[in-house]
């Protein structure tokens, strides 16, 4: 016997930190304290040693005292409600037809089901089917059918196939191999709750039309050519409960797919059940994956959290590397209740870190960070919306195109707008901007370190801030290298430093800009290297890392005070030093 449970934590090279976030203090006052993510780091998805088990080779049994079932041939057939024990191995199929408003109970007791004729457990009908890998038991449902070529009405969908609502569960090991189409597919809910399950699909390793719920447990799934957790419908039930959204409440849970790793018709909502138990999700998606040979397939999509209306994270530990967008809320997409895909996504809590192949987090629509960790380590598009709000938490940003993108996907106008939290953003050189917005920009608290590309002087190209509309600040603290291509209109009280030369603007703002821009600074050729910095003086205590050097500096604060002395060190060596005038100061 080889039993190897999924330990998540073990895959993540994250810091996974408690996280520093920014302590609440007056408003005159700001303290951001640590520095624990460098932009070198990579997303630290390993290597997954996977479920195994050895087959039973035991004379098949099945025994009930309450149930009643027939056999003809090698087919088993489950009649009525009750509990089913099965044992031994079977080159067979078993197969559920009880009644309506029946639940039937398969208790898995060291097990092995293949068939190649159809699919190994195939439930036409019942109230609810519940499968149950009982303790210390090892069981496998192997489906030897060729790979699906074309639809056919009387085949089932998957290893396990199911037309009633289902739940795996139990506290032994249940690993299924999905040859002909899918691994686990109910055209109705999905529960799966405590078991340890290793579920391959040579399409999708696990599907509920109606739903998909992971409560508990360790869950490997494997999708050669398609998606890793699926739902497909997005209709209301006849009692008025929507369908199509993959919930996850706790569990260790490991996704490699070709395709999309989690691919909800609906909602995707992740929550945190137990806080000694973590939920823990690890994603590998398209090039990432090493379940198939992908130069035989083309993936239209390789995203790893997708939704057709919005993704929801409240808690849990999450680690994504994907070919496509790691998180995407779509836009626009009709729905079967009537409706159409909102497209937003909202962080409200949790430890994120993705790698991707485009953007780090897409909503069509809205974009909201209300607390949690969240880290991009490499995308084109670190965050990309319509509408991006950060209300709190901490976030790093790294973008080879833009860090955080606000641009017109689904609407005529687009904004960014922060009113707490840490917000520390980093672009590669080139036409790069470390917040791009194509509209409005307004920061009314929090913190914001972005930088330009990185190098000694300016890069025309890039900036720590572009904007196209309006920018304003009421309040809060921006921290630019490399210049801005706009600055923001500041309202009284918010003072301003800089190592270019500045200008006065409207509204008590002003404009160090870049060579050539904004308004026409220029630098003082400062060499601002690589290393730990920490911003200190009267009412201001910030630290974070420059994983490269840069050539100018700027601040815009309201913890500013007029006549106080301000320290900018590197590693400890200091950089920068000046006396805040009242309004507008150019460092020396």
Request: hydrophobic share 30%; aromatic share 6%; glycine share 12%.
């Amino acid at each position: 016997m080889k039993k190897q449970r999924l330990s998540i934590v073990s895959l993540l090279s994250l810091a996974l930190l408690a996280g520093c976030s920014s302590e609440v203090k007056p408003a005159s006052s700001v303290v951001v304290e640590g520095s624990d993510y460098t932009y070198n780091s990579k997303v630290g998805v390993s290597s997954v040693e996977t479920i195994d088990v050895e087959d039973s080779t035991g004379e098949f049994t099945i025994t009930t005292t309450d149930g009643e079932y027939t056999k003809e041939g090698s087919v088993y057939t489950l009649n009525k409600a009750g509990t089913y024990a099965l044992s031994g191995k079977l080159v067979g199929q078993i197969l559920v037809a009880a009644g309506e408003d029946e639940e039937v109970v398969i208790e898995l007791n060291g097990v092995t089901i293949e068939y190649s004729q159809d699919s190994p457990v195939k439930c036409l009908s019942a109230s609810k089917v519940e499968i149950s890998a009982k303790k210390d038991s090892e069981n496998v449902i192997r489906d030897k059918r060729n790979a699906k070529a074309v639809d056919v009405d009387s085949q089932g969908e998957g290893a396990i196939y199911a037309k009633t609502d289902l739940k795996l569960k139990g506290s032994g090991v249940l690993v299924v191999e999905g040859g002909y189409n899918n691994g686990v597919h109910t055209s109705k809910d999905l529960t799966i709750q405590k078991l340890t399950l290793k579920s391959t699909g040579y399409n999708n390793a696990i599907k509920g039309n109606n739903s998909v719920t992971l409560t508990s447990g360790t869950i490997q799934a494997y999708a050669k050519t398609g998606n890793g957790i699926k739902t497909e419908d997005s209709d209301l039930t006849s009692k008025g409960k929507q369908k199509g959204t993959i919930t996850v409440n706790g569990g260790s849970i490991y996704v490699d797919s070709l395709h999309d790793a989690f691919d909800a018709s609906y909602n995707v909502e992740i929550n945190e059940a137990d806080a000694e138990a973590p939920t823990q999700i690890v994603i590998k998606t398209g090039t990432n994956s090493t379940v198939y040979n992908k130069s035989s397939f083309t993936a239209t999509s390789e995203k790893g959290l997708k939704a057709k209306n919005d993704i929801i994270i409240n808690a849990g530990e999450i680690s994504i590397a994907a070919s496509d967008d790691a998180i995407h809320a779509n836009y626009g997409d009709a729905l079967e209740n009537g409706s159409t895909g909102t497209g937003n996504i909202t962080v409200n809590g949790g430890n994120i870190e993705v790698a991707s192949g485009d953007d780090g987090l897409h909503a069509d629509n809205t974009l909201t960070i209300n607390e949690g960790r969240i880290v991009v380590s490499g995308a084109t598009e670190g965050l990309e919306a319509n509408y991006i709000v950060v209300n709190g938490g901490k976030t790093y940003v790294y973008g080879s195109d833009d860090g955080v993108n606000a641009s017109k996907k689904s609407f005529n106008n687009c904004s960014f707008t922060m009113n707490g939290g840490y917000l520390d953003i980093a672009v590669r050189s080139g036409d790069t901007d470390g917040i791009d917005s194509n509209g409005n920009f307004t920061l009314a608290g929090g913190v914001i370190v972005s930088r330009g590309s990185p190098g000694t002087s300016l890069n025309r190209m890039s900036t720590a801030l572009d904007c196209d509309g309006t920018a304003s600040m009421t309040g809060g603290t921006f921290i630019a290298f490399n210049g801005m291509e706009k600055t923001p209109t500041a309202k009284s009280g918010i003072l301003y430093a800089s190592t270019t030369s500045t200008s006065s603007s409207g509204g008590g703002g002003f404009n160090p800009g870049r060579p050539g821009g904004g308004g026409g600074g220029t630098t003082t050729g400062k060499n601002l290297s690589a290393g730990n910095y920490v911003l200190s003086g009267d009412n201001v205590s910030i630290s974070f890392t420059n994983d490269y050097q840069y050539g100018s500096f700027t601040i815009y604060s309201d913890a500013l005070t007029s006549g106080s002395t301000y320290t900018l060190t590197c590693n400890n060596t200091t950089m920068l030093s000046w006396t805040q005038s009242s309004n507008s100061t150019s460092i020396s």
